[in-house]
Nanobody, 120 residues
Framework: QVHLVESGGGLVQAGGSLRLSCAASGSILSIDDMGWYRQTPGKQREWVATITAHGMTNYADFVRGRISIVRDDVKKTVILQIDSLKHDDTAVYYC??????????????WGQGTQVTVSS
């Protein structure tokens, strides 16, 4: 079984920065793409950023230039740094990852989410 646990959310003033962390644990052989999504009440979950196993990154247009995503494969973590936060960034942020488990099954898993609230 595989688990993703996010941390680092909270209340931040507009213009501030936040660092979200996601740690993977469990029966993991390897981790492929890792990414972040976000969701606000009444809206669909939207993609924010992805980092591949080779370290290639991609960002949604609405956050490009304000965020960076990095991963540490030894610690099995992925970090999302968000700068110049806007009120519209208020959302629950979810970590997502593609895995190969010890039984060599390809899996996809979500974290439980971490709330980010940006005050204006």
């Amino acid at each position: 079984q595989v688990h993703l646990v996010e941390s680092g959310g909270g209340l931040v003033q507009a213009g501030g920065s936040l660092r979200l962390s996601c740690a993977a644990s469990g029966s993991i052989l390897s981790i492929d793409d890792m990414g972040w999504y976000r969701q606000t009440p009444g809206k669909q979950r939207e993609w924010v950023a992805t980092i591949t196993a080779h370290g290639m990154t991609n960002y949604a247009d609405f956050v490009r230039g304000r965020i960076s995503i990095v991963r540490d494969d030894v610690k099995k973590t992925v970090i999302l740094q968000i700068d110049s936060l806007k009120h519209d960034d208020t959302a629950v942020y979810y970590c997502n990852a593609d895995f190969v488990d010890l039984r060599r099954r390809r899996l996809n898993d979500w974290g439980q989410g971490t709330q980010v609230t940006v005050s204006s």
